[in-house]
């Protein structure tokens, strides 16, 4: 209960400044790393250093910041309240090299590196926050959950409903021409105005086939950002597990 209240009050909007900054980050990321139910002891050394216990890993010794990158969400025209992600590279220095490629220690890894920023809340939070922002039944603003829904199948409900709207539309007519067959120029007039009105529906249609081509693009320009987003992370872990890899060498040699 202790560290639920700690991390409400680090985490709450008047804990920190208007805008997104590397102090503000840090002290999210403690009190969300504190608030963990595996987190044991997190207590600063100083200089980005701290002792740190963790249950799940089994691990006691030194945790390490090595690097914090802020940068701005691309929300290609989405509203919504993110403005920023930032991203904190961990080490745990005692760690035994073994563990640093195994998938418990990625997938803990993953759950401590990153917090968003949130412009309505005026303050960083923590991925569960940010996940039930964007699938809690009450939200508002465009949700990705939402914007992927209406980007895969919204535009084919609104074509299929266009269709349906047209072939009624030209049942009704249908039967009114036929009730009107005695008056030819009335036929004719009508006919030349339904031929009109189709060939608008089928410009709309195509206007609306572009916007669903566009979306689309849209779509996967932003599952491509992800995708490299993912590769760097990846490339990072990698690069600081072979820093490991020769750190954990050279103590060998030297003893």
Known sequence: MKKILVLLLVLSPAAFASEPDRASLIAAWEAYVRGMPSTAKLESLGGDR????????????ELRINGVL?????????????????????????????????????????????????????????PKAYQQSFTSPGSV???????????????????????????????RQQRKSKSLMDDSEDINKM??????????????????????????ERAERMQGEVIDIARGLHEMQKQSNELLERIAKATENRS
């Open 50 to 61: 701290y002792e740190f216990s963790d249950t799940e890993l089994e691990f006691d010794g």
């Open 70 to 126: 802020i940068r701005a969400h691309e929300t290609y025209g989405v509203d919504t309240e993110f403005s920023h992600f930032g991203m904190i590279e961990l080490e745990l220095v005692d760690l035994p090299p073994e563990q640093l490629g195994t998938y418990l220690y990625s997938y803990w890894l993953a759950d401590r590196q990153t917090l968003h920023y949130s412009t309505e809340r005026e303050g960083w939070v923590d």
């Open 141 to 171: 603003k465009g949700t990705w959950s939402l914007l992927m829904f209406m980007l895969d199948y919204g535009i084919w409900i609104l074509l299929v409903a266009l269709i349906i709207s047209v072939f009624v539309f030209l049942n």
């Open 191 to 216: 006919a030349r105005e339904n031929i009109e009105r189709a060939n608008r529906l089928q410009e709309e249609t195509a206007d609306i086939n572009k916007m669903a081509r566009e979306n689309l």
